[in-house]
């Protein structure tokens, strides 16, 4: 697989280098992540079922590597197989800072997933209002801001 970042061509990324970027990122190990990406495995790579580092960090809650992965230009809309975002992750597993910072960097609060679900149909279907609270906040602070969330 050729991973392409901002239209340039990068190295294939092995299989298992897509493994260890993705276990990194789950279990919240930025050395190891900083490590696989100085070796040329992009910080985009996604593995069989869609998921990337993003998808792992924000499901996990590890917010300091959501902040490096968004600060290295990775795509914060970027969907698996079922078309979930890293922000349905943050949303359905009640990452309130995780879910502030995605959405600050430009995360879509509406896009669908295969179920039909946006990020929100997520948190509420698991009652975290919380995550409601503080993507509503969220969007209120970037629109005061001018700019406009969709």
Do not use: F
């Not at 959405?103 to 279907?125: F, K, Q, Y």
């Amino acid at each position: 697989m050729v991973i392409a970042i901002n239209g340039a061509e990068q190295i294939p990324a092995a299989t298992e280098s897509v493994e260890e970027l993705l276990e990194a990122a789950r279990y919240g190990e930025n050395d190891d992540l900083i490590s696989l990406e100085s070796t040329g495995v992009s910080l985009d790579s996604n593995d069989s079922q869609g998921r990337t580092a993003l998808h792992m960090a924000a499901a996990n809650g590890h917010l300091d590597i959501v902040g490096y992965l968004i600060s290295r230009g990775v795509d914060v809309n970027a969907s698996n197989v079922e078309n979930n975002t890293p922000l349905h992750w943050a949303c359905l597993n009640g990452h309130v800072e995780v879910v502030k910072k995605l959405v600050l960097s430009g995360a879509n609060v509406s896009l669908l997933n295969s179920h039909e679900r946006t990020p929100i149909d997520e948190a509420l279907s698991m009652g975290k209002m919380d995550v409601i609270d503080a993507i509503n906040a969220t969007i209120v602070e970037l629109e005061l801001t001018g700019v406009n969330v969709s």
